[in-house]
């Protein structure tokens, strides 16, 4: 009876540290943004987000910029949202709104340059120009379009 308390004990202990060992670095997470499988950037991008890691805001864009797969595009976006430092990643949100056509892609830049603004209280002249090009230009999604209602009432 000792001897399976023990044992389920070292188990117990090895999948608990084993799940510790097995969680990314911030390096980490940074370095897969370039070269991980697109499932590996997602959840790396993800991580990033939800720690809002201003370290990666640069690696972050370059996703953005680069890849046009939507899930892969709107994590970035999201993860830029959450980390919700203006400049940089206020000007890379609004490019791919101007050169996406993806709804989806779009409408997670709207919504990340919104929690930007929200955040720093201020309005930056891209954020301005990124939203009254989506109004113009990106409208024929009914998402974007709904989003786009919506922040005029406010």
Known sequence: MKFRSLLILALAVSFASGALLAEKSTEEHIKTLSSGSDSEKYESAVA???NKEKSAIP??????NRNNEPKIATAAA???GKIAEPGDATIALKNK???SE?????YASLA???NITTKNEKLEDSTKEAFEFADKNRRGDEFVADFLDLIKKN
């Not at 690696?59 to 953005?64: D, M, R, Y």
């Not at 993806?102 to 779009?106: A, C, M």
């Open 102 to 106: 993806n709804g989806d892609i779009v």
């Open 97 to 99: 709104i101007i050169s």
């Open 48 to 50: 990033l987000g939800k």
């Open 59 to 64: 690696e972050l864009i370059h996703l953005l």
């Open 78 to 80: 999201i993860a830029l």
């Open 112 to 114: 990340s340059l919104l």
